[in-house]
C-alpha cells in the first residue's frame, strides 16, 4: 500500500510501538501510524505508550488492535481521558486478518499475470 512498515518501533520518548506504517508525502514530510497489539497484560500499558506516541507530530494515527471485548475494556478506560478526543481507532484482529488473506490474494493473482519479471 505504498508504507514502508516496521515492527518494535520507538516513536517518541518512552514509547516503542508493535508496529508502524510510515511514508514520506512531498511537502506533508513523513506520516507514522502507530498501532498497538493488546493480547493480554496491562491496557494502561498500551493507554500509556499510545499517549507517548501522540508526542510525535508525525504521527497521523493510532490504533489499538485487539478483540471486540479488549476494544470494549479499552474504551472504558479512555473514556475520560481528554488525550484522545476521539483519534484513538480500534480495529479487530479477525478483520486483520481478513485483510491480510485478501491483500495476499491480490498480490498473488497480480503476480501470476507475469507482468513485473520475477525479482523485483
Same mark, same amino acid.
Do not use: C
Given at each position: 500500500?505504498?508504507?514502508? #512498515?516496521?515492527?518494535?518501533?520507538?516513536? #517518541?520518548?518512552? #514509547? &516503542?510501538? /508493535?508496529?508502524?506504517?510510515?511514508?514520506?508525502?512531498?511537502?506533508?514530510? =513523513?506520516?507514522?501510524?502507530? !498501532?498497538?497489539?493488546?493480547?493480554?497484560?496491562?491496557?494502561?500499558?498500551?493507554? *500509556? +505508550? *499510545?499517549?507517548?506516541?501522540?508526542?510525535?507530530?508525525?504521527?497521523?494515527?493510532?490504533?489499538?488492535?485487539?478483540?471486540?471485548?479488549?476494544?470494549? =475494556?479499552?474504551?472504558?478506560?479512555?473514556? /475520560?481521558?481528554?488525550? !484522545?478526543?476521539?483519534?484513538?481507532?480500534?480495529? /479487530?484482529?479477525? $478483520?486483520?486478518?481478513?485483510?491480510?488473506?485478501? *491483500?495476499?490474494?491480490?498480490? $498473488?493473482? &497480480? +503476480? +501470476?499475470?507475469?507482468?513485473?519479471? !520475477?525479482?523485483?
Amino acid at each position: 500500500m505504498g508504507f514502508n #512498515a516496521e515492527t518494535e518501533k520507538k516513536v #517518541a520518548v518512552g #514509547a &516503542i510501538v /508493535d508496529t508502524v506504517w510510515e511514508v514520506t508525502i512531498g511537502n506533508m514530510g =513523513r506520516v507514522i501510524y502507530v !498501532f498497538e497489539v493488546q493480547t493480554s497484560g496491562s491496557i494502561d500499558s498500551l493507554i *500509556l +505508550n *499510545l499517549m507517548k506516541a501522540k508526542n510525535n507530530k508525525a504521527v497521523q494515527g493510532i490504533v489499538a488492535v485487539t478483540n471486540q471485548h479488549q476494544i470494549e =475494556r479499552i474504551k472504558k478506560e479512555i473514556n /475520560d481521558l481528554n488525550q !484522545f478526543n476521539g483519534e484513538l481507532k480500534f480495529w /479487530d484482529y479477525q $478483520e486483520v486478518l481478513k485483510v491480510h488473506e485478501s *491483500l495476499q490474494y491480490v498480490n $498473488e493473482s &497480480i +503476480n +501470476n499475470l507475469g507482468l513485473v519479471p !520475477f525479482g523485483l
